[in-house]
């Protein structure tokens, strides 16, 4: 049976990262499961790569059809940003192995949908002031800067991904990229051992 390998961690954790270079690694082998956003496009970001960028009417058709498997909104301060994963069809292919990016709740729903056999997680983790320096570092980089939404999701992150609610979704591995190469060599260890 495929699995569905579900990349998560705090913010600037450098899941985005970790996830496209094992997207391209070919001895992997890897389909891409791709969330969907109602948050707008970030520069650098296109179209169906990071997420689906669709508008608040498409996720309501689809909430409507009963395909959306788990959905989590933000109240930013841009307004409410909605992401969420949907049953498109994408892993119709059982023998296929996926990867995937999301929260901890959503790893929480779709392990619920599609069972645990079929999703391993990998949690990423960095030091709190580590991440928060490659945060603002990150930000730095964008045209217009959101240094407010920045610590909004610093905030959140603590209590999202908070000790507790690990333990609760069976998190018992981390990944610590403190170096980013090593880091990779052991997720894609631990990705080989479990396909
Ligand atoms: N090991 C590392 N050492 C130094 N910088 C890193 C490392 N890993 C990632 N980064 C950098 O940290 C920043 C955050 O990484 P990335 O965008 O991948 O995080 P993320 O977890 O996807 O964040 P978000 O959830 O906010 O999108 C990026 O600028 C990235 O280049």
Redesign the pocket.
């Known amino acids: 049976m495929g699995k569905i390998f579900y990349i998560m961690?705090?913010?600037?954790?450098?899941?985005?990262?970790?996830y496209n270079r094992l997207r391209t690694d070919e001895t992997l082998e890897l389909s891409k499961l791709i969330l969907y956003t109602t948050r707008p496009m970030r520069e650098g970001e296109m179209q169906g790569r990071e997420y689906h960028f669709v508008q608040e009417e498409r996720f309501c058709r689809l909430k409507e059809d009963g395909k959306v498997i788990e959905s989590r909104t933000y109240e930013t301060v841009y307004g409410p940003w909605t992401y969420f994963t949907a049953d498109d069809g994408q892993i119709a292919d059982d023998e296929k192995n996926y990867l995937g990016i999301g929260t901890l709740e959503s790893y929480m729903q779709l392990k619920n949908y599609y069972g645990e056999e079929k999703i391993c997680p990998i949690y990423?983790e960095v030091e709190d002031g580590e991440r928060l320096k490659?945060?603002i570092?990150?930000e730095e980089q964008q045209k217009t800067p959101k240094y407010e939404e920045m610590c909004r999701?610093f905030l959140t992150d603590a209590q999202d991904f908070s000790e507790e609610k690990l333990r609760e979704a069976g998190i018992t591995k981390r990944f610590y990229?403190?170096?980013?190469e090593n880091?990779i060599k052991e997720i894609k260890n631990y990705i080989q051992k479990l396909q």
Do not use: F, H, Q
């Open positions: 961690g705090k913010s600037s954790s450098g899941k985005d990262t970790i990423i490659r945060a570092a990150r999701r990229n403190t170096e980013l880091c």
